[in-house]
C-alpha cells in the first residue's frame, strides 16, 4: 500500500519517475486474474483479419491514413463528459492539426471554468460506412478469447451481440474525462494511452474540465486513500484494456509532444 502510494507521488510529480503523462500500472495481465466485473489488460498486436500485409497497425499510422482517407469527412465530439457538441472535420485537416505547438497546452490548461473542455473537440467514434473495410480488416478474435476464461458474470444482453467498433486519433494530453458505458476493448494501435478506472463516482470528478487538467491538478491532490481506489496504466501499441460495464474510466492520450496516438475500440 505504502510502495503504491509513493509510486503515485512519483508519477503525478515533477521530476518523477515516469514519463511525462504516463504512471504506474494496477491494471492485472495475468489472465487468471481476466474478470468482466474489473480492469484487465490483453497483450497482443493487432493482426490483420486476412492474415496478409500491410498489417492493421501499418494501415493505421497518421501518414496512411491521410494518404487513404484523407479527404473522408469524421466528427469531432467535444471532449467533457458529456461529449455535448460535435464538429465536422475530414482526416487529413484533423490529424494534421494534432502536431500544432500548444495543443498539449490547450489540453492540460483547459480546467472547466475559465476554458471549458467542451471548446476542444477529438476523434472518437460516430463513422461513416466509409471505414466498413477498415473495420473487417480488425482481427479481434484474441480479446474475444481473453473474456472465454473471464470470471465474474457477462451483463445481460451482451453475450451475443455484434461488436461495434470506434476508431480514432488525439494529440499528445487529449482525452476524455470520467464517464460510462457498456463494456468492451480499446486496444492502442499507434503512441500511448493512459487509462484511470473507477468503480463508483471519481473522486473530485471534474465533468467539464479536461482528463488532462484533472491528471495534472487533481490526481497529484488526493488522499492516498482516494488514489488507492483508482486502477490505471498506460498502453502501448499491441496493448488493449477490458472497460468493464458501468465502470467510470478517464484517458489521455501520452504519445509524446508533436505526436498522435491511434486506437481502436471494441464495443460488445
Keep these: 500500500g505504502m510502495q503504491l502510494a509513493l509510486a503515485y507521488i512519483l508519477a503525478t510529480s515533477p521530476g518523477g519517475e515516469f514519463p511525462h503523462g504516463h504512471g504506474p500500472c494496477t491494471i492485472p495481465r495475468d489472465p487468471s486474474d481476466f474478470s468482466w466485473n474489473a480492469p484487465f489488460i490483453v497483450t497482443q498486436p493487432a493482426r490483420d483479419r486476412a492474415g496478409e500485409r500491410p498489417h492493421f497497425r501499418d494501415l493505421t499510422t497518421p501518414e496512411e491514413l491521410i494518404a487513404r482517407y484523407g479527404g473522408a469527412e469524421v466528427t469531432l465530439s467535444s471532449a ?19 502536431s500544432d505547438v500548444g495543443v498539449a497546452d490547450m489540453w492540460m490548461l483547459s480546467d472547466g471554468l475559465s476554458s471549458e473542455a467542451g471548446d476542444l473537440y477529438y476523434w472518437f467514434g460516430e463513422h461513416t460506412p466509409a471505414w466498413d473495410e477498415l473495420f473487417a480488416r480488425y482481427d479481434y478474435t484474441h480479446l474475444l478469447d481473453a473474456l472465454a476464461g473471464a470470471g465474474g458474470t457477462c451483463p445481460d444482453g451482451h453475450e451475443d451481440r455484434p461488436p461495434a467498433f470506434s476508431f480514432g486519433a488525439g494529440a499528445h494530453m487529449s482525452g476524455v474525462p470520467f464517464h460510462q458505458h457498456g463494456p468492451g476493448f480499446s486496444e492502442v494501435l ?79
Design 190 to 268: 499507434h503512441g500511448a494511452k493512459r487509462w484511470i478506472f473507477s468503480r463508483n463516482e471519481p473522486p473530485r470528478w471534474m465533468p467539464n474540465a479536461t482528463a488532462a487538467y484533472w491528471l495534472m491538478n487533481v490526481l497529484p491532490m488526493l488522499s492516498a486513500e482516494a488514489r488507492l481506489s483508482l486502477q490505471e496504466c498506460t498502453l502501448n501499441p499491441g496493448e488493449s484494456v477490458f472497460f468493464p460495464d458501468q465502470w467510470y474510466h478517464a484517458t489521455i492520450n501520452v504519445p509524446g509532444a508533436g505526436n498522435s496516438s491511434v486506437f481502436i475500440s471494441t464495443f460488445l
Design 80 to 98: 467533457n463528459t458529456f461529449s455535448y457538441s460535435r464538429r465536422e472535420s475530414t482526416v487529413e485537416h484533423y490529424l494534421t492539426s494534432l
